[in-house]
C-alpha cells in the first residue's frame, strides 16, 4: 500500500487534456513539493516536474499543481509520446523517507 | 552533460550482501543528494535511500539496519550496500541526483539485482 494514492490508468486522446491526481495527507503533499515522474516502457525515469517548475526539455504542454493534500499533472494537447507510467513522489515527515505514488498508466488513444 | 552509470547487480543468494555502485560525471556527488529508487519486477517505484551533501543518509524501513550509502568523493561515486538479502529485495535499482533537496533531476539506466537461490 503506497503512501500516496494514484489512479491506477487514465486515458485521452491525440490532442485531449488529462489529469492525473495524486492523494496524500499532511505529513506529505501538505507540507512538501511533489515530483512527477515519466517512465516509459520501464525504462529509466525522467522528472517531468517538480512542484510547479517545468524542468529543461520538458514540453510546456505538462503543468503541475497542488491543492491542500492532492497533486496533480496536467498534460494539456496529449501526444502520442506522452504514453508512460507516471508517478508523484515527495518526502514524508512521518516516516522520515520519500514516498512514491503507485503510478499511473497513460493511454493515448 | 550529466550522467549517472549504475554497476554491481546480478544474482545473488539469499542471506548475502551486494554493493551497487552509482558513478557520476557532470555532476559532483558530494555537493548534491544523492538517492536510490528500485522497482521490483511488475511494480511500481519505490525509495530506498539518500544522502545528502551535509553526509546525512536516510533509509526505507525495509533494509533500515542492514543497508548502508555512502560516496568517495575522489571518484564521485555513491554506493548502496545492502546484507541479508531477500527476495524480496529483487528490483532494478536507479541512482538519482538532485540540485535541490526533494529533486531527482537525473537518473541512472538503473542495475538489476535478483535475490534466488
Known amino acids: 500500500q503506497s503512501a500516496l494514492t494514484q489512479e491506477a490508468s487514465v486515458s485521452g486522446t491525440v490532442g485531449q487534456k488529462v489529469t492525473l491526481s495524486c492523494s496524500g495527507n499532511?505529513?506529505?503533499?501538505?507540507?512538501?513539493?511533489v515530483g512527477w515522474y515519466q517512465q516509459i516502457s520501464h525504462g529509466a525515469p525522467k522528472t517531468v516536474m517538480f512542484?510547479?517548475s517545468l524542468p529543461s526539455g520538458i514540453p510546456d504542454r505538462f503543468s503541475a499543481s497542488k491543492s491542500g493534500t492532492t497533486a496533480s499533472l496536467t498534460i494539456s494537447g496529449l501526444q502520442p509520446e506522452d504514453e508512460a507510467d507516471y508517478y508523484c513522489?515527495?518526502?514524508?515527515?512521518?516516516?522520515?523517507?520519500?514516498?512514491f505514488g503507485g503510478g499511473t498508466k497513460l493511454t493515448v488513444l | 552533460e550529466v550522467q549517472l552509470v549504475e554497476s554491481g547487480g546480478g544474482l545473488i543468494q539469499p542471506g548475502g550482501s551486494l554493493r551497487l555502485s552509482c558513478a557520476a560525471s557532470?555532476?559532483?556527488?558530494?555537493?548534491?543528494?544523492m538517492s536510490w529508487v528500485r522497482q521490483a519486477p511488475g511494480k511500481g517505484l519505490e525509495w530506498v535511500s539518500v544522502?545528502?551533501?551535509?553526509?546525512?543518509?536516510y533509509y526505507v524501513d525495509s533494509v533500515q539496519g542492514r543497508s548502508h550509502i555512502s560516496r568517495d568523493n575522489s571518484k564521485n561515486t555513491v554506493y548502496l550496500q545492502v546484507n541479508s538479502l531477500r527476495a524480496e529485495d529483487t528490483a532494478v535499482y536507479y541512482c538519482?541526483?538532485?540540485?535541490?533537496?526533494?529533486?531527482?533531476?537525473?537518473w541512472g539506466q538503473g542495475t538489476l539485482v535478483t535475490v534466488s537461490s
Open positions: 557532470g555532476f559532483i556527488v558530494s555537493s548534491n543528494y
Open positions: 499532511n505529513n506529505n503533499i501538505g507540507i512538501y513539493a
Open positions: 512542484g510547479d
Open positions: 538519482a541526483g538532485g540540485t535541490e533537496w526533494l529533486q531527482l533531476d537525473y
Open positions: 513522489s515527495t518526502w514524508d515527515y512521518s516516516l522520515s523517507g520519500r514516498v
Open positions: 544522502i545528502y551533501s551535509s553526509g546525512r543518509t
